[in-house]
T-cell receptor, first 112, second 112 residues
Framework: EAGVTQSPTHLIKTRGQQVTLRCSPI?????VYWYQQALGLGLQFLLW???????NRGNFPPRFSGRQFPNYSSELNVNALELEDSALYLCASSPGTSYGYTFGSGTRLTVV | KNQVEQSPQSLIILEGKNCTLQCNYTVSPFSNLRWYKQDTGRGPVSLTI?????NTKSNGRYTATLDADTKQSSLHITASQLSDSASYICVGPDFGNEKLTFGTGTRLTIIP
């Protein structure tokens, strides 16, 4: 069974640019979660999607947004990138419950 | 505000030795508590999930304990191996939604 896949694995952007990160959940998982992990810090909750709807979001500005597609894959968009957006962005999926929470390997974003 | 605090921040031990990592939480009401292992630059991988009724749970050389009265959990690693070098993250849920509260982790380094 394929795990949670994220793309790209790494990317470098300049300040002010926009970026889109992608996540494919485990087959059968309807919930997708996005987390930000800045260097040396704990994971910070960004967004939760379930059945195509945004169910909850963390304490991040509106320039962080996303969506979930009918096949349950998801995108995270970050506009007007700032240097402090440099982090590992992790996607996780679950079958709609708080158990079975599986993470992808993440996308390392560097903003210069 | 729910918080999860871990200690020590970092730990270095010799290969083959045992170690214990600590987690104190203030999640209320308690639903479940998880331990994850995160290799550098990778997504966290679940080690154990403990419910309120469990006070110990093992996964190979990893044994998690839980004291719901004192709101403390520990992760004990026996006969450490070089591959155990990673960050170990304690996670408590915000009951009623999907926003997990992540500790900042303990960075464990195993030296030969």
């Amino acid at each position: 069974e394929a795990g949670v896949t994220q793309s790209p694995t790494h990317l470098i952007k300049t300040r002010g640019q926009q970026v889109t990160l992608r996540c494919s959940p485990i087959s059968g998982h309807t919930s997708v979660y996005w987390y930000q992990q800045a260097l040396g810090l704990g994971l910070q909750f960004l967004l939760w999607y379930d059945e195509g709807e945004e169910r909850n979001r963390g304490n991040f500005p509106p320039r962080f947004s996303g969506r979930q597609f009918p096949n349950y894959s998801s995108e995270l968009n970050v506009n007007a990138l700032e240097l402090e957006d440099s982090a590992l962005y992790l996607c996780a999926s679950s079958p709609g419950t708080s158990y079975g929470y599986t993470f992808g390997s993440g996308t390392r974003l560097t903003v210069v | 505000k729910n918080q999860v605090e871990q200690s020590p921040q970092s730990l270095i031990i010799l290969e083959g030795k045992n170690c214990t990592l600590q987690c104190n939480y203030t999640v209320s009401p308690f639903s479940n508590l998880r331990w994850y292992k995160q290799d550098t630059g990778r997504g966290p991988v679940s080690l154990t999930i403990m419910t309120f009724s469990e006070n110990t749970k093992s996964n190979g050389r990893y044994t998690a304990t839980l004291d719901a009265d004192t709101k403390q959990s520990s992760l004990h690693i026996t006969a450490s191996q070089l591959s155990d070098s990673a960050s170990y993250i304690c996670v408590g849920p915000d009951f009623g939604n999907e926003k997990l509260t992540f500790g900042t982790g303990t960075r464990l380094t195993i030296i030969p």
